[in-house]
């Protein structure tokens, strides 16, 4: 049996940053996406997210099981969780809020290069029968490109990330580029760890910021 392809390894430069900043060209992906705003950690939102990223991502993992194997299907290991994440009030580079319940976010998981609309739908139509409940008009299926980047690994709590982030702008700054985070670049997290599983200081979480070159 075929090794089941791991974007994780496969793609190492994007989700296995070392723990020393550095600059990446992120290329174009496909994701399935869901927007929202307030506390991750008590938003009835955020929850609702987080079951349809996972729901549509393994109801389309799995469809090979009933018989409607997407066109171009292979065995893959489905990508982590990944999260835009901005303010009400505008700019956030990962730092400057301290009331999550002002956070707004994009919430994504990446897929495969076979997942076309026709096959997001059929993930949609799969998992609205196995969870009505689920409001699924929150997702949707985008070919993002995010471009020049600067990134690092950060290991611990998410509340302590900003002093990871310290050193990946002053990396930035000293490198000769310029954090551009705007309304169409945000500020970026890759979490490579479950914090219902992992202890809080053996968290792993990819901190990336849209660059230019100054």
Not at 128 to 157: W, Y
Not at 192 to 197: A, F, H, Q, T, V
Request: some cysteine; hydrophobic content about 35%; aromatic content about 12%.
């Amino acid at each position: 049996m075929a090794k089941a392809f791991d974007y994780k390894k496969e793609y190492s430069d994007l989700y296995m940053p070392k723990s020393k900043p550095g600059i990446v060209n992120v290329p174009e992906m496909i994701f399935i996406m869901a927007d929202g705003t307030g506390n991750p950690n008590t938003s009835p939102l955020y929850k609702n997210a987080m079951e349809i990223l996972y729901g549509l991502s393994y109801s389309i993992k799995m469809s090979k099981m009933s018989g409607s194997q997407p066109e171009g299907y292979f065995e893959y290991v489905v990508p982590p969780l990944e999260g835009l994440w901005w303010g009400t009030e505008g700019y956030f580079d990962g730092t400057n809020i301290t009331d999550k319940d002002k956070f707004c976010w994009t919430s994504m998981i990446r897929q495969p290069e076979f997942v076309t609309p026709e096959v997001f739908e059929a993930a949609n139509r799969t998992l609205g029968k196995k969870k009505p409940e689920l409001d699924l008009s929150i997702s949707r299926l985008v070919t993002f490109t995010e471009g020049l980047c600067a990134q690092i690994m950060h290991q611990g709590s998410y509340d302590t990330e900003s002093e990871t982030i310290a050193v990946l702008e002053k990396f930035i700054a000293e490198s000769g580029y310029k954090i551009d985070i705007s309304d169409k670049r945000r500020h970026h997290e890759i979490y490579l760890g479950d914090p219902r599983k992992v202890k809080a200081e053996s968290l792993r979480t990819v901190i990336r910021h849209p660059v230019v070159r100054v």
